[in-house]
Each structure stands twice: as C-alpha cells, then as structure tokens.
C-alpha cells in the first residue's frame, strides 16, 4: 500500500517549452500532496504545498507563474515547467500524504522525475 | 526555525561493518515528528520510519535501529551488518506540529558499502 507513481519518469525538452509532470496516489487518497526539487548531491527543497480542491502554496522564491501546479484531484496533482530553461534541469519528487490518523499519514514520496532542459 | 544536520556527509564501510548516520535537529515545537528516507541510485525515496516527539523509545526494524534522543536533539540510526545494497543517500526529515506537514530535509549522508 501507499504506492505513489509519477509520469515521465525522465523527459528531456528544448528551451522554451513547458513540460507537465503528474503525480498519483494509486491506492489511498491524497489531502495533500507536495513537490520537492533537488539538485545533484543536495538535498530536497520543497516547493510547493497542494491542497485537493485549493490553490498550491509556494516557498518563498519558487515561482509561481512559472511552476504551475493543479491538484485537480485526490489523487492526481500535476507541476507544469513552463518556458523552461536550463536551469530548470533537475530532479523533481513529488510526495502524497493520506488523510489523518491513517497509516497513510505520512509523506510517500513518487520515484522522481529528472528533467533535461536543452 | 527548523533546522536538520546531518554532519556525516559521506561514509564508507566494507560490508558486515556497522555503521551509524547521525542526525540532529532544531525546532521550537514541543510536538514533531521525525522521519528517515533512504534514496537509492534509483533516485525514489524510500520511507523507513517516522517517530513523534514524544515517543522516545528505540526502535529496532531487522538490521536498522534508530536511537531517539530529546536531550540531545539527535534521531540516529545504526545499520548492523551493513550489505552492499544498504548504499544509498539516507536523509534524515522534521515535520513541525501535530499535524504531518511539510519536510525539512538534512543535507543526506551518502553510504557507500564495499564487498
């Protein structure tokens, strides 16, 4: 239980398009869901903090307009590269957690997915 | 603010050796909640354990224990008779509050262990 998948795995773009990435909680309901960038060798850095239903709320310095993020869902969130560039290449996880006072109240995390801005 | 250290920033073993990731952390909440991932090559993070700040016990899972310190701030975890496939980068997480938030992650400590 508590398997959380995350589609592409691995994509590799040209710079300037917008990529999307989805994350699914495949076998329990996900109130929350969050998306976490890292870089080579560093540690993750959340981004953002998506409620079902409500706007995401982003870290300090993520952009907004630039990582859109849908949990249209509970158990779908999407993160949307748009315009991206270069520096946008990195490894993205995203993690679900189930509703409280479940064995599922705890963050699972997807297998991650390493974007490739050319 | 909520701070996780993970000093250790790689250690090498040869297998069968025990070894020990040490964490410590900062938070002025009486109530968190700590957590250590491993992350294989692979890159997908693999929850091994989530612990309540008021629950102190040790915990001992086969070959993993971890060692739950309030007094010292510290949330270690020992691997006894290290395997070639225990290599991976272990991070060590806080979650403030009662409610399981956000994580801040420590900076992870790669283990590396030789055949």
């Known amino acids: 239980g508590a398997v959380v998948s995350q589609h592409p795995s691995r994509v590799i773009c040209k710079s300037g398009t917008s990529v999307k990435i989805e994350c699914r909680s495949l076998d329990f309901q996900a109130t929350t869901m969050f998306w976490y960038r890292q870089f080579p060798k560093q540690s993750l850095m959340l981004m953002a903090t998506s409620n079902e239903g409500s706007k995401a709320t982003y870290e300090q310095g993520v952009e907004k307009d630039k990582f859109l993020i849908n949990h249209a869902s509970l158990t779908l969130s999407t993160l949307t590269v748009t315009s991206a560039h270069p520096e946008d290449s990195s490894f993205y996880i995203c993690s679900a957690r189930g509703p409280s006072g479940r064995i599922t109240d705890t963050q699972y995390f997807g297998p991650g997915t390493r974007l490739t801005v050319l | 603010a909520q701070k996780v250290t993970q000093a250790q920033t790689e250690i090498s073993v040869v297998e069968k050796e025990d070894v020990t990731l040490d964490c410590v952390y900062e938070?002025?909440?009486?109530?968190?909640?700590l957590f250590w991932y491993k992350q294989p090559p692979s890159g997908e993070l693999v929850f091994l354990i989530r612990r309540n700040s008021f629950d102190e016990q040790n915990e001992i899972s086969g070959r993993y224990s971890w060692n739950f310190q309030k007094s010292t701030s510290s949330f270690n975890f020992t691997i006894t008779a290290s395997q070639v496939v225990d290599s991976a980068v272990y991070f060590c997480a806080l979650s403030r509050g009662s409610t399981l938030g956000r994580l801040y992650f420590g900076r992870g400590t790669q283990l590396t262990v030789w055949p």
């Open positions: 938070t002025r909440d009486t109530t968190y909640y």
